[in-house]
């Protein structure tokens, strides 16, 4: 057999870089599949998207159909804005929710974009060390990367904040020109009672409700735990710049260097005692891509030198550790432990910048 005949038989090198019962996924198709999966995703931001958009549909139509009957009405029925006040609120509520779910597909594609596709426009051509981590985190375990609050606020702010305002304004007319206009603020009173409410107690009961509206909306302008959206710009207001800057909002006209999108992932510390810890050792780095550290031990019982394994990991790579182990000594003791931080290469680094 010649020697070029001898190297057509050679098996090709292994590039695959995704494996499963014998499946190998080469680097072109992996790309593949990464791309329909940000399909996906986009789809589904956009399904939910759609939903918020139907939501406040439902407070704009709600709120001229009551605003309509309210004016063209000759009885004084200020009561369907009140009661309409209330719906608004709920449908505000409902969108809130619906926002925190269309933030977690959001921030998937903010992680496809900026670490994978981003990373093949700039040097070092490459994705960042913790992008798939974080992406893996929030598919196995997902969570909302943004809170209740925030996201009323958010809302709020954008869309609420002006229907409330008109509806406050038409019944405001409403009770002052029906059937004529008020000659004083005691009449004004008067006429804002509800059946058996005390107009005063109305009034009162509005200023508390709209105030809190109004509390929310700028308690949580300064929360940006989610960035998946643009965050509102203030450049030439400088009432709005110095609001902003006193709940350490920083505004856009200064130069900020945006955070990275990203979560902090769960770190791990596993103890692996083992009989053999150098095959144990070589399949973690082979597989695993993860170094460790060998310490001492000695077991009380047995009073026999036992070598103890320490490897820093993420919550995604226990279950492949734990096969690791099996495969090689079933009667191996494994000790997992949450670290609060782990500092160096591949985890955060020691000094940032």
Same mark, same amino acid.
Request: proline share 7%; aromatic share 12%.
């Given at each position: 057999?010649? !020697? ?13 870089? #995704?494996? =499963? ?16 999966? =940000? ?25 001229? %159909? ?26 505000? #509520?409902? *969108? ?5 779910? =269309?933030?977690?597909?959001? =921030?998937?594609? +903010? ?7 981003? %990373? &093949?426009?700039?040097?070092? @051509?490459?994705?960042?060390?913790? #992008? ?11 969570? @909302?990367?943004?809170?209740? #609050? ?21 019944? %405001? ?61 203030? !450049?030439? &207001?400088? &009432? ?13 006209? /200064? ?20 009989? !053999?810890? /150098? ?18 031990? /000695? ?6 030198? +036992? ?33 609060? *931080? ?5 985890? /955060? ?5």
């Amino acid at each position: 057999m010649t !020697d070029s005949a001898f190297a057509s038989e050679k098996e090709p090198p292994d590039e695959s870089v #995704w494996s =499963y019962r014998g499946y190998h996924l080469r680097p072109s198709e992996f790309t593949t599949a990464m791309v329909h999966y =940000y399909r996906a995703e986009i789809q589904r931001s956009n399904t939910w998207r759609m939903r918020l958009d139907n939501t406040t549909n439902w407070a704009v139509v709600s709120t001229s %159909a009551a605003i309509s009957f309210a004016l063209t009405s000759p009885s004084n029925h200020h009561g369907v804005l009140l009661v309409n006040t209330l719906l608004i609120a709920i449908f505000l #509520w409902i *969108e809130a929710r619906r926002y925190r779910y =269309y933030e977690l597909w959001a =921030y998937r594609t +903010r992680l496809m974009e900026t670490d994978f596709f981003a %990373a &093949m426009l700039a040097p070092p @051509f490459a994705p960042h060390p913790e #992008w798939a981590e974080n992406l893996s985190e929030t598919l196995l375990a997902p969570e @909302f990367p943004i809170s209740i #609050w925030e996201a009323f606020g958010r809302r709020f702010r954008r869309n609420y904040f002006w229907i409330f305002l008109l509806l406050g304004i038409v019944w %405001a007319l409403k009770v002052y020109l029906h059937p004529v206009p008020a000659t004083d603020w005691t009449e004004f009173v008067t006429r804002s009672a509800l059946g058996p409410i005390p107009g005063s107690t109305m009034l009162i009961l509005g200023l508390i409700f709209n105030g809190i509206l109004v509390l929310v909306g700028i308690l949580t302008a300064g929360l940006t735990q989610a960035s998946g959206e643009v965050l509102p710009k203030f !450049d030439g &207001m400088p &009432m709005m710049n110095s609001l902003w800057r006193a709940m350490r909002v920083k505004p856009d006209s /200064q130069p900020v260097k945006r955070a990275r999108v990203s979560r902090r992932r769960r770190r791990i510390l596993a103890l692996v005692v083992t009989k !053999d810890p /150098q095959a144990v050792s070589e399949k973690i780095v082979k597989e695993m891509k993860r170094s460790g550290t060998l310490l001492s031990g /000695q077991g009380i019982y047995s009073h026999q030198d +036992r070598p103890v394994l320490m490897v820093a990991l993420t919550v995604t790579e226990v279950a492949h550790l734990k096969a690791i182990v099996r495969a090689q000594d079933p009667q191996a003791f494994v000790v997992v432990m949450p670290a609060q *931080e782990i500092l160096g290469g591949g985890f /955060q680094p020691l000094k940032e910048d």
